[in-house]
Nanobody, 123 residues
Framework: QLQACGGGLVQAGDSLRLSCQAS?????????IGWFRQAPGKEREFVAT????????DYADFVKGRFTISRDIAKGTLYLQMSSLKAEDTAIYYC?????????????????WGQGTLVTVSS
């Protein structure tokens, strides 16, 4: 089970940190967990992903240099630190997980999904 939180209303240029509590997953470390987002009227898109065991990451081009994905294995928590937020970052942000070690940007690769948290950036 994945539980995302930390969304809210912020102004352009502000920072925000999202969290995703991962529970009920196997004790195996062989997971990849990522963030996706869906803006109103748009399809869900990949934001960032991390290999749980090694911390290797991958990002969508539009967030490189602004967003950082990380994880705390002891706490079973995934994070997305977002800075220099723009109005176009407004979306519902979802965390998702998949078994295995291959980083991937396709939502079809992820089996487990959280309920999402809304981020609204005012310009």
């Amino acid at each position: 089970q994945l539980q995302a939180c930390g969304g809210g209303l912020v102004q352009a240029g502000d920072s925000l940190r999202l969290s995703c509590q991962a529970s009920g997953l196997s004790a195996s470390l062989y997971y990849v967990i990522g963030w996706f987002r869906q803006a109103p009227g748009k399809e869900r898109e990949f934001v960032a992903t991390i290999r749980w065991s090694t911390g290797s990451t991958d990002y969508a081009d539009f967030v490189k240099g602004r967003f950082t994905i990380s994880r705390d294995i002891a706490k079973g928590t995934l994070y997305l630190q977002m800075s220099s937020l723009k109005a176009e970052d407004t979306a519902i942000y979802y965390c998702a997980a998949r078994n295995g070690a291959t980083l991937g940007s396709s939502s079809a690769m992820y089996r487990f999904w959280g309920q999402g948290t809304l981020v609204t950036v005012s310009s």
